[in-house]
């Protein structure tokens, strides 16, 4: 039972697994709050999916751009960006994959400053999940691991230095 759609031209199947990592932050969320706990709950359930969906963009446009466009994403737990031309340089490896963590690190930023200028909650609380949430993408992504944004980045940096 996928959901066939598409972001930006790119066509993206959601399996259902999509809707664990929605859960699980909702869950998280739910346990680390008293106050405004079903709002901030919800929200955060939801919000996981815009921090998924701006990583997931970062990677179309930086594809793009590098001339390697993304041709899919299968989206289980997480996103993964699908391209069926591997015979890319390692510039446009490194390009494709930078454009997920530039997106993420961006709205980490973004949504951290504005949930500093916030004054009240649950808008201030909405924000900093918000913030959370990208940045725990950032961070997973950065790991040095094969598939991951920072393995490819990494091993096509060592692939430039030779
Ligand atoms: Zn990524």
């Not at 200028?117 to 918000?130: D, G, R, Y």
């Not at 990208?134 to 992504?141: A, C, T």
């Amino acid at each position: 039972m996928n959901i066939e759609t598409s972001l930006l031209g790119v066509p993206i199947t959601i399996r259902p697994t999509a809707f664990g990592a929605g859960v699980l932050s909702s869950l998280v969320v739910a346990l680390l709050t008293r106050e405004h706990r079903v709002l901030l709950s919800t929200a955060a359930g939801m919000l996981w999916y815009s921090a998924d969906a701006a990583h997931v963009v970062g990677h179309i446009v930086s594809s793009q751009l590098v001339d390697a466009p993304m041709d899919g994403v299968d989206f289980g737990i997480y996103p993964m960006s699908v391209y069926l031309d591997h015979e890319v340089s390692p510039m446009q490896h490194i390009g494709r994959a930078a454009g997920g963590l530039t997106a993420s690190l961006s709205a980490t930023l973004v949504l951290a400053m504005l949930a500093r200028m916030v004054p009240s909650a649950p808008a201030k609380q909405i924000l900093t999940i918000a913030a959370a949430q990208n940045g725990l993408i950032s961070l997973v992504s950065l790991l040095p691991i094969p598939m991951v944004d920072g393995g490819v980045i990494y091993a096509n940096m060592r692939k430039l230095q030779h």
